[in-house]
Each structure stands twice: as structure tokens, then as C-alpha cells.
């Protein structure tokens, strides 16, 4: 079935920095491309998603870009802040459904 | 607007008891899903609803875990007997209309599982 591995599974930065997360996936016919951050305690809130159709996504200062051949998308946080701390993961779906896999999430720490 | 709402916020019970966590999705969105997390995990499905019909449920272990979503809007996920494998955090997200390719998932704040 469809995977999706998340590397890395820890990431600390200092303020100002730049954060990458890399994601691959392994369904070709994937074409959706979530990306969600989880503070403690509370649920997952979409941040940011990019669709097959396009390569790169930016929204501030968080861009997301995807490579179809090679089958792996990332996430650039730019100009990292403190509130930045936080997991963050990375989804695909399965076989050309809505259902999403997930990966294992990346815990960042953005230090002052 | 709204977001997803879920009670209880955290719940502790003893194994073989039994538990149920209820969910309100985001007004008009027509597909609800129900996920575990298990800590230091991604969320994984348990269950998918299109208004009130089962979309997937491949990966909920039926011989414990029932969901409903009755008249198409509110649902409950039900675990009876609880093991103490369950102990995870509920997350129920919804979307517009995956039929029509608004799969965007938007997540409630989840329910907290402790089985001692």
C-alpha cells in the first residue's frame, strides 16, 4: 500500500533560520499534498497543500515543492519564529482516494 | 465559522470498559473521518463517512470499535471492551465533499484515551 516516510523525525533551529522537512511517497498517482502542523493538545491544522499540477506552493513564509519524478515533497519554513515549535507532518493519499496516509511527523524547535 | 467539535476533551477508563467520543463537523461538510493517534504517531483513518454511508472502514477493529453517523451530521465512535492498546488521542476531521474533490481535512482538537 501507499507509504509515506518523513525525514527527519527531529529538527532544532535557531530563530531566524530556515527549517526544511522532506517527505517521500510511493503511489505515482498521487496528486494531493497536505501539510499539517500539531501544537500540544490540540489537533492538526493544514498549513499549507500543493496539488500535482504545480511544483511550488509558497504562502509567507512557508513554501511547500514537490518533485513527481523523484516522488518527494518538502516543506521551507522560512525566517523560523518560536511559535514555529511545533510537529509536523506531511500526508499523501492512497491510491487516488481521499483516504490520507500519514508519516511519522518532525518535532521542531525553534530556540531564541 | 466553526471548527470541528469533539467531546469529551480526555477520558480515562479501565480496560474492558467501555467508552464513547462524539463529534460535530465543520456546518455543510459532507464527509467525516475519525482517526487514532498513537503517541509519537501520525494520525491513522479508522473510519470514513459520505453523509451518512460508510466510505472505508478497513482499518477499525470491528470486534471493538462501532462508529455511527446517523442523519449525516454528527458522529460517535464507540470502543466496548476497551483494551490498553487503545490508549491514543480520537481526532475526527471533515470535508466539504470528497465526491466532488474538496478533500481538504479539517481536524477537531480530539479526545484524549487513557485505559488503565
Redesign the interface.
Known amino acids: 500500500g501507499e507509504n509515506v516516510e518523513q525525514h527527519p523525525s527531529t529538527l532544532s533551529v535557531q530563530e531566524g533560520d530556515s527549517a526544511v522537512i522532506k517527505c517521500t511517497y510511493s503511489d505515482s498517482a498521487s496528486n494531493?499534498f497536505?501539510w499539517?502542523k500539531q501544537e500540544l493538545?490540540?489537533?492538526?491544522?493544514?498549513i499549507i497543500?500543493i496539488r500535482s499540477n504545480v511544483g511550488e506552493k509558497k504562502d509567507q513564509r512557508i513554501a511547500v515543492t514537490l518533485n513527481k519524478t523523484a516522488k518527494h515533497f518538502s516543506l521551507h519554513i522560512t525566517e523560523t519564529q518560536p511559535e514555529d515549535s511545533a510537529v509536523y507532518?506531511c500526508?499523501a493519499?492512497f491510491y487516488n482516494?481521499?483516504?490520507?496516509i500519514?508519516?511519522?511527523?518532525t518535532r521542531l524547535q525553534v530556540f531564541p | 465559522e466553526a471548527g470541528v467539535a469533539q467531546s469529551p476533551r480526555y477520558k480515562i477508563i479501565e480496560k474492558r470498559q467501555s467508552v464513547a467520543f462524539w463529534c460535530n463537523p465543520i456546518s455543510g461538510h459532507a464527509t467525516l473521518y475519525w482517526y487514532q493517534q498513537i503517541l509519537g504517531q501520525g494520525p491513522k483513518l479508522l473510519i470514513q463517512f459520505q453523509n451518512n454511508g460508510v466510505v472505508d472502514d478497513s482499518q477499525l477493529p470491528k470486534d471493538r470499535f462501532s462508529a455511527e453517523r446517523l442523519k449525516g451530521v454528527d458522529s460517535t465512535l464507540k470502543i466496548q471492551p476497551a483494551k490498553l492498546e487503545d490508549s491514543a488521542v480520537y481526532l475526527c476531521a471533515s470535508s466539504l465533499d470528497r465526491a466532488r474533490g474538496q478533500e481538504t481535512q479539517y481536524f477537531g482538537p480530539g479526545t484524549r484515551l487513557l485505559v488503565l
Request: no cysteine; hydrophobic share 25%.
Open positions: 494531493y497536505p499539517y493538545g490540540k489537533g492538526p491544522q493544514l497543500d507532518f500526508a493519499p482516494t481521499d483516504k490520507l500519514f508519516g511519522t511527523g
